[in-house]
């Protein structure tokens, strides 16, 4: 079961955005990178990371724990702490075991009691407790994607720059001879097996820097991706349905409950987790692919009130909560929409740049692992790469054998998922609030409720983990983290 015993009140955090200004030569020679230390690489090597939300501050611990000089771009100004809860599981737990972060996830648990499905009327027709409904079982936990990433950002501010509200507008890559911006001697640019000597990379407001190695954590639109491997469009399935999450006042009085009600093509969910006086809503939509600025909160709040108009207003029908759900959609200052899709990509890597998370395989929120396999890239990515030491492509190939069978098992659960997620008829509808009904008082509701959850643990648990040497096994004794654990390859 969930660990709800542990789990204490949950932290009210702030996530004080605080703009880092360490130069490219601060960081080759901060104590952690310098080789000052015993266990510090004789040469750090800097790496920069688009994207400041799950797997970028995820590979920035990990890089940082291996001695890397580590460089996050965010585009927006300040952490983003919107966003719906996200499960963490199976290979998840482990990893997040490994960095030291289960007990805070633990800690900041939404701790979810019941879902229910609910008629026209807000009556809820059938209830069920909140781990058969969230198909989570043994270790497994929830948490608020703000939350995680608040707790990723702390873990790793002191140690990582951060420069919020910049993005990358050009990588390219540079020879050897080509002495580094602010490092004549080059220092920072030996050439790897692939002769190149890392990357300059130019910013919408930054300098121009040069750095060894370029990760794109920046999401399913990833900029990196875009900049190196051409347009999404030729890389994206969309599963054929959209989704919009949003913070609302809590109006029903909900407490860690959530409440669903289904019209056919249309899924429509409030509720409240542990510790937050706000509610939290979420309204997903079959629909065809359509044409809009993922960058413009007007346009999409457009699509969605379009999509539900409407809907809870007689004679219309639906739940009458459902104009006070699209008004709070409004004025959310944390609005997020986007499709259910998938990035499928023939190779993640291409010279020194490494797309890692949503960026390399997005798996949609049908999937509901696209956070875990962000924590779990990010171990596998930082382990191989350490392992490695100066030989990136090589640690990227491992990376990508290491994840390829994961995230394939996961985009097919996703394909399902997202099928199954809303159903076409009233009749589909009325059924499954019957399944629902009178699961509680069947005999055999564990055995259900196992097989509900077998899909998803199979692809939470679908890759087997490497033991890397800054990373003890999950049942070893946690011990302070050092500030950098030199590989025992390393030079
Ligand atoms: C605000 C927000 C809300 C979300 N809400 C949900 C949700 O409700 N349900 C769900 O299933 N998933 C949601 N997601 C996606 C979910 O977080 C990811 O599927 C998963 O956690 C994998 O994380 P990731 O770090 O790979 O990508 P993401 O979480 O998508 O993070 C990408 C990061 O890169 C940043 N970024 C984008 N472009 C650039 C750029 N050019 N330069 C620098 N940075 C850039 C983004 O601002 C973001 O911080 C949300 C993501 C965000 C950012």
Redesign the pocket.
Known sequence: MSPASNRATKPATTAAARPVTHSVTDLATSPATSGSGPSAPATPRSVLI?????????LAHWLHRYGFAVTV????PE????????DIRGAAIEVAERMGILEDIQRASTDMRSGAYVNDDGKRIATLPADIFGARVGRDDEIM??D??RILYERTRADVEYLFG???TSITPVTPAAPAPGRPDGRHTAAGADGAAGVEVTFEQAAPRRFDLVVG????????RRLVFGPEEQLLRHLGAY?S?FSMPNELGLDREELYHAQPGRLICAYSSAGDPAAKG?LSFRSPRLSYDHRDPEQQLDLLEAAFEGMGVSPAGGWREVPRLLAAAREAS?F?F?GMQLIEMDRWSRGRVVL?????H????AS?Q??G??LV?AYVLAGELAAADREPEEAFARYEEEMRGYVAVNHALARKFAREMTVDTRRQIRLRHLMMRILPYMPWKNLVAKKIAEDVQRGAHAITLKDHPAAPAANAAAGPVPAAVRPPYAA
């Open positions: 688009s994207g400041a939300s799950i797997a970028g501050p995820a771009v965010e585009r927006a952490l983003r702490t919107g966003g719906y809860k996200v994607r703000g995680l990433a910049d993005s990358i954590a920046d999401g399913l639109h990833s900029t990196v989704i999450a979420w944390d997020y986007d890692l998370g949503d960026a390399a997005c798996a949609s929120p509901g696209g956070t396999m962000a890239g």
